[in-house]
């Protein structure tokens, strides 16, 4: 059955094109809001595939992965599902609707032994079923079980196995011999009274079941000659009116039941995709499937009034263009980011917490110490890393004294020596191999939305030569492409070179070029422009590009 704990769940998640804080403090958030809880239901999560960069930090410390958060609106899991059990196909239409009154539901689930859906039955089938007066051979054609023929008649069962079926002929009442001798068929099912006359002529014209009503005895020489004719006898208390009305609701509910091209939804089902499909069909109730495929309850419309918007903490972003997909659906928790404060908007008061330094981890180190919880070595190892990139080992602008002692102190919890682990982090970060101009380019990749202009910035950091130079005639080809095929008015890539502490930025669209002369007053020709002693996209890059769109 599905499982309405995962609803609890808080996901701590970084921004789209994840890069190593984004990733870290994700997972260094979570636990911290783990210890402060008590309870583990902080997860952390990952709006994009990770870079190589972070793919060797993980490696280094210890992690797994993140799981994959790529949409955060609600599906059929965030409301509740009604959990009613499936029923057997072999209930009796009778008890159908009385099921369906107890529990006050007009829509039952036939399922099987392995909770596999098998098919719908509704108010609406019990009534039509109940209103055909003339299909005399209903039970038959059902193949209605004498259990469920004692159950609708609250009879007893004198001759014949309980456990048979009604395979053929028609409901018929008895009257009088004369009559019979002309109605009645071989197999067919003969309600009767205390006519003895009338009990023994169904037995002989070939009744395979006998229906004596109001409690009207029956003859021993009656049962002896129905047992050795094969002919089942039931005893009810209800008059023949009564029992010729319920009879033709002991028939099973799998043969009323639709079940071809069911209406279903899976817990995943996006809550706006499902809230379409019910808008246009008349049906109050619609099964749900679990993620085997497992039937595990119902919803109609009033369950979406009760909806549990994913609950979400954000880390490392606070731009709408950045976030996850989806995220206008959820419920924001909290926000602890180190950037400009852009366009996101909220539905209510939540914790935000942005400060001026060169990475989220040194916020979440601080709050570490002022919440007086004990960092783990490898979670020091995470955060460590995360300031090491951001700052670019303490070389770009954004850096500042916070960030430095942020990283010396967790470099003692980790182990690490700062050096020669930045290194190596950036070495790792910058290898090549296998990899196409795509995902260079997005490897480090942000939107931004300046004005009346849509932009992209790339960045990649390089401690070599030999990477920086197959980089840059890989992205250079390729972002007049990509340009155009994304939609942006301009797209950049930022080849940073670490030891060189500038950028060689590359560019496409229409005016990119005029943009970076004037933003920059450098020269700009063939698709790229240098700029000495610019390393950091947040810092110095975008604020230019924004003053000069804006002007």
């Known amino acids: 059955m599905f499982d309405t704990s995962k609803q609890r769940i808080i996901r701590v998640i970084g921004h789209k094109n994840p890069d190593t804080d984004s990733i870290c403090s994700a997972i260094s958030y979570a636990y911290l809001k783990n210890c402060l809880s008590g309870e583990k239901i902080y997860e952390p999560r990952r709006a994009g595939e990770i870079n190589r960069e972070t793919e060797f930090v993980l490696r280094h410390f210890g992690f797994e992965q993140p799981r994959l958060s790529v949409d955060l609106s609600p599906n059929i899991s965030n409301i509740d599902i ?48 109940n209103m055909d007066l003339f299909d005399t051979a209903v039970l038959s054609k059902a193949h209605t079980s004498y259990r469920n023929l004692l159950e609708v008649l609250d009879g007893k069962l004198l001759a014949g196995d309980a456990d048979g079926e009604i395979t053929k002929g028609r409901i018929l009442v008895g009257t009088s011999p004369e009559v019979m001798e002309e109605l009645v068929q071989p197999g ?14 169904a037995i002989e014209c070939g009744a395979s079941c006998l229906v004596v009503c109001a409690d009207s005895k029956v003859p021993p020489i009656l049962l002896k000659r129905a047992e050795s004719s094969g002919c089942t006898v039931v005893q009810t208390h209800y008059d023949t009116y ?13 043969y009323f039941m639709l079940k071809e091209n069911l209406i279903t939804f899976n817990v995943s089902t996006p809550i706006e995709e499902a809230r379409k499909v019910m808008a246009s069909l008349r049906h109050r109730y619609f099964p749900i499937l679990d993620k085997e495929g497992k039937y595990c309850g119902v919803i109609s419309r009033r369950n979406f009034l009760n909806m549990h918007r994913k609950k979400v903490i954000l880390v490392d972003h606070n731009e709408e263009s950045q976030a996850v997909d989806g995220l206008e659906g959820a419920a924001i928790l909290e926000i602890i980011d180190h950037h400009r404060i852009g366009s996101l908007e909220t539905g209510g008061p939540v914790y935000f917490r942005n400060e001026p330094v060169g990475c989220t981890s040194t916020i979440l180190y601080e709050m570490y110490q002022e919440k007086n919880v004990k960092i783990p070595e490898k979670i020091a190892g995470l955060m460590l890393s995360a300031i090491l990139s951001d700052t670019l080992m ?8 916070r960030d430095q002692a942020a990283a010396r102190a967790l470099s003692v919890i980790a182990g690490e020596n700062i050096e020669e682990y930045a290194k190596s982090m950036f070495e790792a970060g910058e290898d090549l191999s296998g990899r196409d101009a ?9 939107e931004f939305s300046i004005g009346d202009y849509n932009i992209s910035v790339g960045q990649g950091f390089f401690m070599s030569e030999k990477a920086y130079g197959i980089a840059e005639k890989m992205v250079a080809d390729y972002l007049p492409k990509e340009q155009k095929r994304s939609g942006m008015n301009m797209i950049f890539y930022m080849l940073t070179s670490i030891p060189q502490q500038g950028t060689l930025l ?11 002369r004037s933003a920059f007053h450098v020269e ?5 422009a240098l700029l000495p002693g610019v390393v950091s996209r947040k810092k110095q890059l975008i604020p230019p590009i924004r003053e000069q769109l804006l002007a």
């Open 394 to 401: 303490f070389h770009s602008p954004t850096c500042t004294l």
């Open 242 to 254: 009564a029992s010729a009305r319920l009879v033709s609701m002991a028939a099973p509910i799998k």
């Open 82 to 129: 009604r959990q009613e059990p499936g029923v057997d196909g072999n209930m009796s239409m009778r008890a159908a609707w009385k099921h369906m009154l107890e529990h006050e539901i007009d829509t039952l689930c036939v399922t099987d032994k392995e909770n596999n859906l098998l098919g719908l039955i509704a108010v609406k089938d019990v009534a039509n079923a």
């Open 506 to 516: 590359l560019y496409a669209g229409k005016g990119a070029e005029e943009l970076v």
């Open 438 to 446: 795509d995902d260079i380019l997005h490897t480090d990749y942000k």
């Open 188 to 201: 067919d099912l003969v309600m009767v009274t205390n006519r003895y006359e009338a009990q023994m002529c």
């Open 524 to 528: 700009a020709k063939d698709a790229q």
